[in-house]
């Protein structure tokens, strides 16, 4: 085999290891958190906090309202029992009975004010927390595709490696010395030659570089310098 053909081969590798690389940081770069997910996370934590002060402003406000029911009991007892029999203090004890009448009803209406509320927050909760599950299987699932990916781009970048290993260990050490350089320079090495023209730079050849290269020899394009390689 040709040495520039040699270079060709070990330019195709090189090129299909380069693409392969920049898949693999593409899925890298992909793994891990998921901002959608972290977002809805934070959103059901807020909700269930919401939820839990609301709750607790029922419960609190269920006890006040026992204590005066339990207050108004004993009023009332205190009125009916027949052992007051003052117009004045019954006056009172009734005037109390209404106060705390209104208040109980005061503190009902706000009760059902936050029964609602709870009930919306409840409701809240239920909606962000589906939310959540279906952006985690989504996430999942993705997740799952990636590494699956990852794994097929690793065994195919270990078998790019050692078949290009293979191959230069085949290549005289200089001529590989020329590819490299050029490569840092041009990007691609080694350019095909068509019809008499340099693909690289597109441009005729002399006749007398189609002849070098095509005995063999490692020729350079003398416009643009690139290895040429007639397949
Ligand atoms: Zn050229």
């Not at 200089?174 to 041009?186: D, G, P």
Request: contains cysteine; charged residues 30%.
């Amino acid at each position: 085999m040709s040495v520039a053909k040699q270079l060709y081969q070990l330019q195709e590798i090189d090129l299909e290891l380069e693409s392969n690389e920049r898949a693999l940081n593409q899925i890298v770069s992909q793994l891990g958190e998921s901002e959608a997910v972290v977002k809805t996370q934070n959103k059901l934590a807020l909700e269930h906090q919401r939820l839990e002060e609301l709750s607790r402003q029922q419960h609190s406000m269920e006890w006040e309202i026992d204590g005066i029911a339990t207050k108004l009991t004993t009023v009332e007892e205190e009125l009916y029992s027949g052992r007051i029999r003052n117009p004045k203090e019954l006056a009172n004890l009734q005037h109390e009975i209404d106060g705390l009448k209104a208040k109980r009803n005061q503190l009902e209406d706000k009760a059902l004010e936050i029964m609602d509320q709870v009930e919306l927050a409840t409701k809240g909760v239920a909606t962000i927390n589906s939310e959540l599950k279906a952006l985690e299987a989504e996430w999942q699932s993705q997740q799952q595709q990636l590494s699956a990916q990852l794994e097929q781009l690793k065994s195919l970048l270990s078998n790019l490696k050692h078949k290009r290993q293979l191959l230069t260990a085949e290549i005289d050490p200089q001529a590989i010395e020329v590819y490299h350089a050029l490569k840092r320079q041009k990007e691609t090495a080694v350019a095909k030659v068509e019809q008499g023209i340099c693909r690289g730079c597109r441009i005729s050849l002399p006749v007398t570089e189609l002849q070098e290269a095509r005995s063999g020899s490692l020729v350079r394009c003398s416009s643009c310098g690139r290895i040429l390689f007639l397949a």
